[in-house]
T-cell receptor
């Protein structure tokens, strides 16, 4: 059964710092991995989708990498800003009967960026 | 292009009642999924519909059901509500398998 773990559960950094969020999954037979952002009481915003054939995806100050063989993904945020404060979640499709609509989520990393 | 729209935004119900939540996907998206989010369990998959057919189902009791209409709009129903059903219910849509999943703002359900 696929399990997704995110470490750390919470992170507090000063503005301007570069930071890395970690995501690990137990079964490497995935075809993609998606990173989301969630603001309190709101829905999820898709940040990056990495296909299994890719190793990295970039969007602005965000860079996500995927290493299927080791079961890991990282989300790198450059020059963090207070507006980046949110919970970041990673998710992979369920292995059996799985489609993009059926994702397994980690519990998230709650990021706080202090001015 | 409008995003995923969920209604209502908030609901308060009492134990034993039933509730129906609505979701309108992004135009052109045929897949609609539903998730339950609680502080303890995080995000858990409920079910997915594609072209009016349930394609996948999570490990939830039969009190949780859904359907999808020909215009891809979806509804989720919970019967005989329990206190533990209090959660944020999120709907998501995608154009097809292996594409990005886009979420709505959710319906916050409180069961008293």
């Amino acid at each position: 059964k696929q399990e997704v773990t995110q470490i750390p559960a919470a992170l507090s950094v000063p503005e301007g710092e570069n930071l890395v969020l970690n995501c690990s999954f137990t079964d490497s037979a995935i075809y993609n991995l998606q990173w989301f952002r969630q603001d309190p009481g709101k829905g999820l915003t898709s940040l990056l989708l990495i296909q299994s054939s890719q190793r990295e995806q970039t969007s602005g100050r965000l860079n996500a990498s995927l290493d299927k063989s080791s079961g890991r993904s990282t989300l790198y945020i450059a020059a963090s800003q207070p507006g980046d404060s949110a919970t970041y979640l990673c998710a992979v499709p369920a292995l059996y009967g799985g489609s993009q609509g059926n994702l397994i989520f980690g519990k998230g990393t709650k990021l706080s960026v202090k001015p | 292009k409008a995003g995923v729209t969920q209604t209502p935004r908030y609901l308060i119900k009492t134990r034993g009642q039933q509730v129906t939540l609505s979701c309108s996907p992004i135009s052109g998206h045929r897949s609609v999924s539903w998730y339950q989010q609680t502080p303890g369990q995080g995000l858990q998959f409920l079910f997915e519909y594609f072209s009016e057919t349930q394609r996948n189902k999570g490990n939830f009791p039969g009190r949780f059901s859904g359907r999808q209409f020909s215009n891809s709009r979806s509804e989720m129903n919970v019967s005989t509500l329990e206190l533990g059903d209090s959660a944020l219910y999120l709907c998501a849509s995608s154009s097809d398998a292996r594409e990005k999943l886009f979420f709505g703002s959710g319906t916050q359900l409180s069961v008293l």
